[in-house]
DNA sequence: CTTGATAATCTCAACGTTGAAATAAAAGCA
DNA sequence: TGCTTTTATTTCAACGTTGAGATTATCAAG
C-alpha cells in the first residue's frame, strides 16, 4: 500500500457514513458505488452539454435532437415518434421541442407522406450548421472530462457499463 | 469469435450511426462510449429512485434531502447550506424542497444556533420512518438493476467511474 | 361501409428547478 | 462605532418536463 492511488471520491465518504450509520444492511450498499457514482457523473456530464449547447443559442433537450437527426443520416428527417422513442422523455417534451426548434428555423416539419398521422422532424440549412459546429465543441468538451484518466480505463469502464445497460434491455 | 457477448447496447448503436455519417471525426467519438452510457444508465437510476420515491409519497429530490440527514447521522441536523453542498442542486430548489417537506412533517427548520443567518434543518420522528422504510425499497431496487451483472464486474466499472471523479475534482 | 380499437401527435395545467435579485446577519477593518 | 464586504437563506418569475387527456387518422373486423 503506497498511498499513491488512496484518494477516495465524494461516493466514498458516502458510504462511509452509511457504514457507520446503518451497520446493520452495510452489506446492500454495494450497488451504490457504481449507481451513485453514475449519476453524479452524470450530472457532470449534463452541465457540460447545457454549457456547450448555451454557447450555440440553443437548450440542452433542442441539441439532444439536432444530434438524434444528424447521426440519422440523409434525408436528415424522422417522425416525431421516432425522436420520442431516441430521446427518453415523454411525447410533450417532443412537441415542445420541435415548437422552439421550428420558430428558431433548425428543423421544420413535413407532413407529406402516407399516414397523415404522422409528422416527419427535418433539419433544415440553418439546423445543420449549428450541430455541425456544436458537435465539434461537444466532443472537445467531452475529451476534456476525461483528460485525466487513462483511455484504457474509459474503455474498460464503457465496456463494464455496456454489459449493465445489456442486461437493462438497453438494446437497439 | 464464439459470438455470444456480440450483442451491442443502443450507445453501439449510436456511435455506428456516426461512424457512418461523420467518418471525419470518428477518432473523436471515443469518449462518447463512456459518458453516453453514464448518461443513459443514470436516466434509468433516475426512475427507479422516483419510482421508490412515489412509492412512499415523497418526491425524488425529497427522498436525497432525507438520505442526506439520515446517513449524517446524530442528531440528524444539518445547516440548509450543507444540504445545498451535498445535493448538487441550486439554492432555490433546496428551500423549496425543504418547504414541501416541512408541511409534510418530515423535517423542521431550527433557529437557535449562534450564527442568525443559518437555518439547520432536522429530521423529524415521521421522517426518520419514512426513510428508514424507504431507504431498504431504495437498495432492493438498485440491487435488482444490477442483479444481471456479474459482481465483481460492477466492482470494476465503480472503480473505474471513481477514477474518472477523482480526476474531475468531485473529492470530498 | 360502419364500428371499435389502435396509433401518432398535440394540448395544457401542474410541477420542480434555475438563476438572479433581495433580504438579513456576521465579519473585517478603519 | 461606522462602513463595507462576505455569507446564508429566501423570493420569484421564467423555463422545460411530466402525464393525462383530447384530437385526428389508420387499421381490423364484421
Redesign the pocket.
Known amino acids: 500500500m503506497t498511498g499513491v492511488a488512496e484518494m477516495g471520491d465524494v461516493v466514498d465518504a458516502i458510504v462511509g457514513q452509511w457504514a457507520k450509520e446503518r451497520p446493520d444492511v452495510v452489506e446492500d450498499f454495494w450497488p451504490v458505488e457504481l449507481l451513485a457514482r453514475v449519476q453524479r457523473l452524470a450530472r457532470v456530464v449534463d452541465k457540460s452539454v447545457k454549457t456547450t449547447a448555451a454557447a450555440h443559442g440553443i437548450?440542452?433537450?433542442e441539441f439532444d435532437v439536432l444530434t438524434i437527426l444528424q447521426r440519422s443520416g440523409p434525408p436528415y428527417m424522422l417522425?416525431?415518434?421516432a425522436l420520442?422513442k431516441a430521446s427518453m422523455?415523454?411525447?410533450?417534451?417532443?412537441?415542445?421541442?420541435?415548437d422552439?426548434m421550428e420558430a428558431k428555423g433548425l428543423v421544420e416539419?413535413v407532413r407529406e407522406g402516407?399516414?397523415?398521422?404522422?409528422?416527419k422532424i427535418r433539419l433544415t440549412e440553418h439546423g445543420h450548421e449549428v450541430i455541425r459546429v456544436a458537435l465539434a465543441d461537444h466532443l472537445a468538451a467531452y475529451a476534456e472530462l476525461l483528460a485525466g484518466v487513462d483511455r484504457r480505463l474509459v474503455e474498460q469502464t464503457a465496456e463494464g457499463l455496456r454489459q449493465v445497460l445489456e442486461s437493462l434491455g438497453d438494446t437497439a
Open positions: 437548450e440542452h433537450g417522425p416525431a415518434g420520442l422523455v415523454t411525447s410533450g417534451a417532443i412537441t415542445n421541442r420541435i422552439r416539419r402516407a399516414d397523415r398521422r404522422t409528422v
